[in-house]
């Protein structure tokens, strides 16, 4: 642990602390084909090419066509998608809950197994900081942008295979999430005192015997409490996409999905991450072209083109 | 209830008991009914708990003194009840209205209302003085885990009832709400045995009360000569002897099958030579043993819940991480420490064995083993020694392992990531001793450590870490096991110990150890982040 982990460690307390008290689980640089190559790379060489892919789709076609008289009807495409998503959710959860133990560790800076308003007002003092890029005492709206410390970190670092997590909570790591989360009179600004004020009424809330101090305790199930919330929204948010994203890929609108038209998305997604052409998904292949999204992936349900690609990755 | 009865007849003639006789109690079984939406002829959502205690004793129990336990044996259950019941049904209702004079006036005057029920309509009530003992035994243990062992969450159990039949979806956000609001109620304790509370909380002993059964029943033996028996309720076992004989008790085979005097075996008896992880040998003592892995969350009469686990006092949600064996010199005590294990990180559960256990009253709770899904077994220090006949207890090695770490005093000091574990000479590990910080991120850089053990398993580390302490010195009692409590029958082992800390740097140090001859106090100056270890080996 000697300077290049000094920086990383650094940098994990302050990506803890800019969330209020709390945020989700920093994520080490996932490739992008992550998902597909994950979910379809039945023989584990982290290798996917587009044969491998065609017979595993297949495999899920059939497992997924309960009834099996070979078309998917809209209940068995809903159905098989709410089984992976519950499993993964019930994972993320698992990996955001630990990760609020550790950040509990990290936030109490003097080891006493309890965590000050002064220790959450000391890591609150340095995520302005980080995010009042123009230093004027105030984070609004328009503000340029911090540098991801992610980004940072991770830039040296190979990408590695890591479903991208379905569960994300708001984020206050950009400006408009962090106006969103501590504005309090809807002026589009945050300012120290709105920041500081949002922060200790978290932590009051989360002091559930009010002496003054968070036990590991506390500090955890007042996390659980929203992220229970954000499962429960991201869940209605999923189904309610997974209608919709038979609905495009039914194009004849019969009702019926046949492998051919399941396929469609399923070559959409494999050429959009076979960047270098080459007929297989690998690690070596770059990042493609970030399409356009909108902040909030939960709750719009996308009709437009990319809608079809969402089936393989999850999002 | 027939089905439970059932099993406990299967049990008795499958007993190893040679010589004496056993005796049933209380062969009966109650639902409990939600305190929702009361009216007279529809109950929403129950669920049963059976009380049967079977004692086992060569002494002579007398018709009048059977008569006498089973009288105590109903009226133990009865009186906690948390709600209204009758006898003639098997329904136990609920009070809306929380004054016992309006709810009698409601029902036939069949209907009685227990002293735990009468509690819970009035916020403030004098109890029998066994059943104060009990709550406030209860709430010691509420303070010291911080709600992690309660006998407040009534209404929390009654929300799982409502779900298991039916009624609603299960909420995690509303489990954990409703544990909430019985752990933030203030409660007083008074000397006159009055216990009162300002805010709802419903009183429920559904966890514990056979528990509080075996207790009143080996009270009442004691108190008519009979001191030596052996005593049993649902997942409770209680051993007593007026001379402190030993008792085996075989964890297999849903805990039947029992024989006495462990010392005097004949010579064939392999369990009495060769103590194993499925055979422990206690004296006088409480055993509860757990297996949430096994069992549903919430059971009424007729439905369980598909829910796995142990039910969290803190948070109303299923755990079941660990099978949990504890034993305790009273059986409130095993049941609680056995409820912790199962609902707790190894790391935090061993520390109430291990660590300040006085906080219990003094040598009150004994030993805890938690056993994972991989089969993997996390013991406290005395586990064995509670466990294993006297003369193995006598002649087993064990050994005491101490690390001390050295303080910077710098201002961002933080306590370092230490891993302490044993392998044999080709790096095949054997057992986890120790292993301080959770964070993967830093865990992988305990280097050594991580290639060769970390890496491979993310349930060790889910089951197994705890928090960093400063530079607080690692004590460690290794008992000659592996980690699936086996004897070790390598003779040559490598303990290794790597220490890592932020802002620091990264030590390591392996240490082989001789297991045969005699064995020589080792004592190692370290550098770095070690200050130094030392190895000592004990016998008992």
Known sequence: ????????????????????????????????????????????????????????????????DKNSDGVLDESEYVYEWEDKMEARLASDRKASVKQTHIRF??????DDDRITLDEVQAVGERSFAHMDTNKDGIVAKGDPEPASRRAAQNENSAPTLEQTPMLRMPSSHNITGFVTLFDQNGDEKATKAEFNAVREAQFKRTDENGDGSLTEQEYVLEFE??????????????????????????????????????????????????????????????????????????????????????????? | MKVRLLFILAALSASAFSHGATYTFGSFSHDYSAPTHLTQNHSVGNYSTSNIVTVHTEARVSKALQSELEALVNQT???????????????VFASETRSPEQFSSQFKSEYKVSPL???????????????????????????????????????????????????????????????RMARVAEVTLKDNHVVSFASPIVWDFADYTPAVLASRVAKALRENGITTFHLNTHN????????????????????????????????GSIEAERPSAK??????????????????????????????????????????????????????????????????????????????????GRGSIHALRLIDDAGRVFSSSQFSLFTSPSKAT???????????????????????????????????????????????????????????????????????????????????????????????QTKNVILHVEVVREHGGRSYEKIPLLLVGEFSPIVVAGTGEIEAITVNQMFR
């Not at chain 1, 229970?228 to 929204?233: F, G, L, N, R």
């Open chain 2, 117 to 179: 029920a009468t509690l819970n309509s009035t916020y403030s009530h004098s109890l029998p003085s066994w059943l104060f003992s009990a709550i406030k035994r209860c709430e010691h243990w509420f303070t010291k885990t911080e709600g992690n062992i309660s006998c407040r969450n009534g209404a929390l159990f009654t929300y799982w009832a409502d779900y298991v039949a039916g009624e609603h979806e299960l909420s995690r956000k509303e489990v954990r709400r409703l544990a």
């Open chain 2, 77 to 91: 259950v009865n009186a906690l009840r948390p709600y209204a019941f009758s006898e003639n049904d098997s329904r």
């Open chain 1, 105 to 110: 560790q990290a936030v109490d800076k003097n």
């Open chain 2, 394 to 488: 006598a002649d087993m090695a064990y050994f005491n392992i101490s690390v001390t770490l050295p303080m910077f005093n710098i201002a961002d000091y933080r306590g370092p990531y230490v891993s302490v574990w044993l392998s044999d000479d080709k790096n095949r590990l054997i057992k986890s001793l120790a292993l301080r910080g959770t964070n993967d991120r830093w865990l992988n850089k305990l280097r050594t450590w991580w290639r060769r053990v970390g890496r491979k398993d993310e349930a060790l580390i889910d089951g197994f870490a705890g928090a960093t302490q400063k530079n607080k010195p690692l004590q460690i009692t290794w008992d000659g096991t592996n980690d699936f409590g086996e004897k070790v």
């Open chain 2, 236 to 267: 409770v076992d209680l051993y007593a002897s007026a001379t402190n004989e030993s008792w085996q008790h075989i964890i297999e085979n849903n805990n039947v099958g029992r024989t006495k005097n462990v010392d005097t075996l004949s010579e």
């Open chain 1, 225 to 315: 409490d929203r992220l229970d919330t954000q499962i429960k929204k991201t869940y209605e948010g999923q189904i309610k996409q997974t209608y919709v994203r038979f609905g495009v890929l039914d194009t004849n609108k019969d009702k019926k999905m046949t492998f051919a038209e399941y396929m469609v998305s399923g070559f959409a997604a494999f050429n959009r991450y076979d960047t270098n052409g080459d007929g297989y998904l690998t690690l070596a292949d770059p990042a493609p072209k970030p399409r356009e999204r909108s902040t909030n992936t939960n709750n719009v349900a996308r009709v437009d083109g990319n809608a079809i690609n969402r089936e393989q990755d999850g999002e």
């Open chain 2, 279 to 360: 055979a422990l040998t206690i004296k006088n003592g409480v055993v509860v043993h757990l297996r949430p892995q096994h069992q549903s969350a919430f059971m009424s009469a007729t439905l369980q819940s598909k829910e796995k686990g142990i039910i969290s006092q803190s948070d109303g949600w299923p755990s079941a991480q660990f099978e949990s064996i504890a034993i305790a010199a009273n059986a409130f005590d095993a049941m609680a420490l056995a409820h912790l294990g199962a609902t707790k990180s190894a790391q935090q559960s061993l520390a109430y064995v291990d660590g300040d256990s006085s906080k219990f």
């Open chain 1, 1 to 64: 642990m000697r300077k290049h982990a000094n920086v990383a460690v650094k940098a994990a307390v302050l990506l803890a602390s800019t969330s209020a008290l709390f945020t989700t689980t920093a994520i080490a640089a996932p490739h992008s084909a992550s998902g597909i190559i994950l979910t379809y790379d039945l023989n584990n060489d982290e290798s996917l090419p587009l044969e491998e892919f065609v017979n595993a789709r297949r495999a899920r076609f059939a497992a997924t």
